[in-house]
């Protein structure tokens, strides 16, 4: 059974950082894609990050040079590092299993997903 378990958000004041993780089980993680996408309220969804099997990425422009997605395949773990976070950040994190940008944008429920871990980012 595929699982895709995400940690780390919270709260956090702009300007601030978190590092989201999702450890994946019931696959072979070291030779699929993983994305990080996320979800505001009232709007869809939308990829933040991408890594592929060898290590290639994609960021959203909004959060390129403040995000970074990282992989561990000995640990079977994805990684997202969020610096100089702004309140539009705030979202709903999702885990993801394959590589989506905007030119291959996330379908909700479509595929894998994580069962998402909040980020809100406030004064």
């Known amino acids: 059974e595929v699982q895709l378990v995400e940690s780390g958000g919270g709260m956090v004041q702009p300007g601030g950082s978190l590092r989201l993780s999702c450890a994946a089980s019931g696959f072979t993680f070291s030779i699929l894609d993983m994305s990080w996408v996320r979800q505001a309220p009232g709007k869809g969804p939308e990829s933040v990050s991408a890594i592929n099997f060898g290590g290639r990425t994609y960021y959203a422009d909004s959060v390129k040079g403040r995000f970074t997605i990282s992989r561990d395949n000995a640990k079977n773990t994805l990684y997202l590092q969020m610096n100089s976070l702004k309140p539009e950040d705030t979202a709903l994190y999702y885990c993801?299993?394959?590589?989506?940008?905007?030119?291959?944008?996330?379908?909700?429920?479509?595929?894998?997903w994580g069962q998402g871990t909040q980020v809100t980012v406030s004064s």
């Open positions: 993801v299993r394959g590589y989506y940008s905007n030119l291959n944008r996330p379908i909700m429920g479509r595929g894998y």
